[in-house]
Structure formats: structure tokens, C-alpha cells
């Protein structure tokens, strides 16, 4: 876009223009930066009208887009009644969703049994260490005592 490259051109001049000690200020050429600043607002509605454009069209794909969306759920709604509707579709799915139920409860059983005993295993683990932690402390006392 043209007139990002004229705002950087303008961001230049005014980064190498000089500087005046302690002041923190600028001296730039005003005749360049000024026609820099025209060229901007001759170039500005332009791009405004084409960033309009475009937010436009956008607009205009997205409300397409919903309706296909929405006329193909219709779509599959209708479909997906119609096979409800038959006798034999809805008994087998009645009957796989058993099997599927039973299948999940078996497992989650599984994974409870299976919890608890690693969290068993873990909890021994960490009885033994501690416990020899406790006689190497009760050792290390009964050293100490012995030195007086």
C-alpha cells in the first residue's frame, strides 16, 4: 500500500533529521514533511474505500456461507429422520448403544481397580522407604549417644 510506504518515508526524515542537544526535538525539512503528509491525504480515501470494499465482500461470503451451512443441516436433519424412522435402524442402535454402555462401565471398573492398586504399590513403596529412613535416623542417634 502506497501510503504505508509514505509514512515510513515520512517516519525516515524525521528519524534522520537533527537532533537538538537536551531537548529531545527534531529539525526536519517542514516543505518535505508537508508534502509527505498531502500525498497521505490524497492516497488515504482511496485505501479507506478499498479496506470498505473488501470488509464488504467478507461480509457478503460469511452470509453465504451460513445459509449453505444452514441449508446443509437441513439437509442431514431430513436425513437422519427418515432413517429414525425405520424400524430396524433404531433397534440396532438401541443395541449397540447397550453393548457400547456395558463395554465403557467394564472398563471404567478396570481403570478404578487398576488406580487403586498402583496407588497402593506407591503408597508401600514410600511405607518402606520412610521406614528405613526412620532406623538410619534411630541408628544415627543410637551413634551419637555412644560418643559421649
Not at 537536551?22 to 508537508?34: H, I, N, P, T
Not at 465482500?57 to 442431514?76: F, G, P, T, W, Y
Not at 436425513?79 to 424412522?85: A, D, G, K, L, P
Amino acid at each position: 500500500m502506497k501510503v504505508l510506504s509514505l509514512l515510513e518515508e515520512l517516519e525516515d526524515i524525521v528519524e534522520s533529521g537533527s537532533s537538538i542537544p537536551f531537548a529531545q526535538k527534531v529539525l526536519v525539512d517542514r516543505g518535505e514533511v508537508l508534502e509527505l503528509i498531502k500525498e497521505i491525504r490524497i492516497l488515504l480515501p482511496d485505501e479507506v474505500k478499498q479496506a470498505q470494499w473488501i470488509k464488504e465482500e467478507r461480509q457478503k461470503i460469511l452470509v453465504e456461507a451460513q445459509q449453505e451451512a444452514d441449508m446443509i443441516l437441513e439437509e442431514a436433519n431430513k436425513h437422519i429422520r427418515e432413517m429414525v424412522n425405520e424400524d430396524e435402524i433404531t433397534r440396532n442402535a438401541h443395541i449397540q448403544a447397550e453393548e457400547i454402555i456395558a463395554q465403557a462401565q467394564n472398563n471404567a471398573k478396570e481403570l478404578r481397580l487398576g488406580a487403586r492398586e498402583y496407588a497402593d504399590e506407591l503408597l508401600a513403596s514410600a511405607e518402606e522407604s520412610l521406614s528405613k529412613l526412620v532406623q538410619t535416623v534411630k541408628s544415627n542417634r543410637n551413634e551419637l549417644r555412644g560418643m559421649k
